[in-house]
Every structure is written in C-alpha cells, then in structure tokens.
C-alpha cells in the first residue's frame, strides 16, 4: 500500500477546503433580506438603475423575476444576484426573485404557462 508524505503537494483537495469560500467575495446578507421583500416594480427599477445589464435579462414570470445566463457567471455577478435577493434554481437553471411572494410549496408546473411572462426592458427600454 502506497502512502502520501505530509509534505508532498496535491492538486486535490479536501472537501472542506473545496467547500471553503476564501476566495469568494462575501454577501451582504441584511442587503440581501431587504431585497428579498422588494415587489417586482420596486426590483425593476433597482435594476434599471444599478445593474442595467440585468434589467436587460430580467424576465418577469407571474410576480417573480427571472435572470437566465447561456453560461456560468463569475463570483462576482453571483454575489450581487444574491446581493439583489436572488436564488439559483437548479431544475430551472434560473437566477429568481420571489418580490416578496414566497410560496409554500414548489411550483410542479411551469411557471410561464401559468402566469405568462414578459421581459422588462422590451416594455420599458433602459
């Protein structure tokens, strides 16, 4: 049986240190409650004017707002999406915003279906 020496290096690392967020910029997570209440209104704007490269993405489905990307974001963009009240959701491959509506239970149907759906900046252009 071959064993490692202490002081030989590794490429893997251990799961904590996987887990570890050191490199990661923290979130504010008072910000994040605040904004978690905001109403969809009150979230578009503050995408307009703070993040106007989201706004553009924004999808308004029912009362909620959907942020979708082609590919992974850097931990930047995350920390202000969750920053902004943003939740990954991992079935729909979405950033949401529930505007203050937080469901009981998860939706077994497809949202845009059901409530329609629409993006912000096609009907007010930033």
């Excluded at 690392?13 to 605040?34: F, H, M, V, W, Y």
């Excluded at 004017?49 to 995350?78: R, Y």
Aim: hydrophobic content about 30%; some cysteine.
């Amino acid at each position: 049986m071959k064993t490692k020496l202490k002081n030989q290096k590794s490429e893997l690392q251990s799961r904590p240190e996987q887990l570890s967020t050191g490199d990661r910029p923290k979130i504010n997570l008072e910000l994040r409650r605040a904004n978690r209440k905001l109403e969809t209104e009150k979230l578009l704007a503050l995408l307009r004017s703070k993040t106007p490269n989201f706004f553009e993405l924004a999808e308004v489905v029912g009362k909620w707002v959907w942020i979708q990307f082609s590919d992974k974001q850097p931990p930047t963009v995350t920390r202000v999406l969750a920053e902004l009240g943003f939740h990954w959701n991992n079935t729909r491959q979405t950033w949401q915003h529930p505007c203050g509506t937080i469901p009981d239970d998860r939706a077994t149907y497809d949202p845009r279906k059901r409530y329609g759906s629409y993006f912000a900046a096609d009907v007010k252009p930033a």
